[in-house]
C-alpha cells in the first residue's frame, strides 16, 4: 500500500480508495469472504465504539504497526487484509465515508 501524503488526513476514506472498493467488490463473489470479514468485523463492534472518529483512530494504530511489521497487501485473504476489508465495510455502512459536516 502507498501512503500518500495526507492520507491520515481522511484515514477512512484513504482506506476505501486504496484498499476498500476492490475488496468489497471481491465480497459479493466470495461467500467465504463475507463470513471472515464479519468475523473481523464483530471484533470490531467489540472492541471500539464504532463512531467516525474511533473507527478512524483504530484504523491509524493498526496500519501504523503493519507498516512496523513491512506486512504490504498481497491480495490474499490474511488476518491483516480482512481487517482492513472489515474497517471499510463497516465505514461504508455507518455512513462515515461521508465528508463530516
Do not use: K, N
Not at 41 to 54: K, W, Y
Amino acid at each position: 500500500m502507498v501512503f500518500e501524503e495526507g492520507w491520515a488526513l481522511s484515514p477512512l476514506r484513504w482506506l476505501m480508495d486504496t484498499l476498500g472498493h476492490a475488496q468489497l467488490a471481491r465480497m459479493e463473489a466470495e461467500p467465504a469472504l463475507v463470513a471472515a470479514v464479519d468475523q473481523h468485523a464483530a471484533v470490531l463492534r467489540d472492541a471500539i465504539p464504532l463512531d467516525r472518529e474511533s473507527l478512524g483512530d483504530y484504523l491509524l494504530g493498526f496500519l501504523d504497526e503493519l507498516r512496523h511489521r513491512g506486512w504490504i497487501f498481497s491480495g490474499d485473504h490474511d488476518a491483516p487484509a480482512l481487517r482492513l476489508t472489515a474497517v471499510c465495510w463497516l465505514a461504508r455502512e455507518q455512513g462515515f465515508l461521508a465528508e463530516p459536516a
